[in-house]
Every structure is written in C-alpha cells, then in structure tokens.
C-alpha cells in the first residue's frame, strides 16, 4: 500500500496544510488513512482517499456545497473505492444525485434528463494522482498496470549517493570511473 504525507496531498491538491487539516481532522470530513501519531508528525494517505478530498474540492469550489452535509457521500464512495482498481477508474465520472445516491458511470454515457445530478469527471483528478503516486496513467493500455511504475524522485540521479554506474556506459567508461576516483 502506498502512502502520501499530508505535504504531498497538499501539493497534489493545492489545499493548505491547515484546510487539509481541517477537513481530515478536526470535521473528519475525509478521515486520513492513517492518522498523525502525535504533534509534528505527518497523516497518510492512499490515492482513493486522496481522490475523495479532490471530489470534495470539486463539490466546495465549483457547485458551491456544504461538505457536512456529504459526508456519507464521501465514506460511502471511500468503501468502493478500496473494491476498485486504479485503471478502471480511467474514462469514469462520478454522479451525484439527490438524497446521497451517487454512481460510478463511463464518462461517454449521455446524461439522463430525468433525474437532476451532478457530474464530476474523474480523468483530471486520476492524472494528478498517476504522477503524484507513481501509477498507471492514462497512456497506458487500458485494463493492464505498469509491471515497474515510474517512481517519481526529486534531484536524485537514478543511482543515488551509492556511486553505482547508469546501466547504459559501457565497461570501459566504468573502469575509467573507478580508477579515477
């Protein structure tokens, strides 16, 4: 399982570390994965919990909604969200309906005139989180993860600080290295 700090979630999102405090803590709006162990440490989180407080922002910035009161929508979508695969979710929109229905529909599907809802296209949310956790984006063939996703490193070379060399200099490039050092 893997894990985002609250500064990676932060940065993802673009919320304040105090917001996201707020909706994760203090409201439990959106509850961490794991909970911070004490002051100065950080929540973690996984990318469907992540994806609920981006559906959260979506609700908040652009349809102007109370979140209190989708609460249940937010536990409810983070149960089957744990039942669902990252790719499968590509080309997926969630919809919002009256009285806390809500379902996971292809983004093709025309919208049902009969029934009022709110749509929330899951594809850019999905993309922050394919570069933010390392997962399949939507590039890839559709229905099959990356057997080594790409992990994403800061200002390290691949090797690190072991000395080891890239695979693609030849033996004498090596040698000349290591002699020299």
Known sequence: MRYATTALVSSLTGLSTTQLREWTNRRALVPADVPPAGKGSSAKFTWQTVLIIFVAMTLKSRFHLELQAHRGLFSDLGHALRQASFVGLWNKKLMVAAHGRWALVDASNTIDDENDALYIQL???????????????????????????????????????????????????????????
């Open 123 to 181: 594809n850019p949310h999905l993309e922050k989180l394919a570069t933010g956790f390392a997962l399949p984006s939507h590039a890839s063939i559709p229905g099959q993860l990356d057997l080594f996703p790409a992990q994403a490193v800061e200002g390290k070379s691949p090797a690190g600080d072991l000395n080891i060399p890239a695979p693609e200099l030849e033996a004498s490039q090596v040698y000349a290295q290591r002699k020299s050092a």
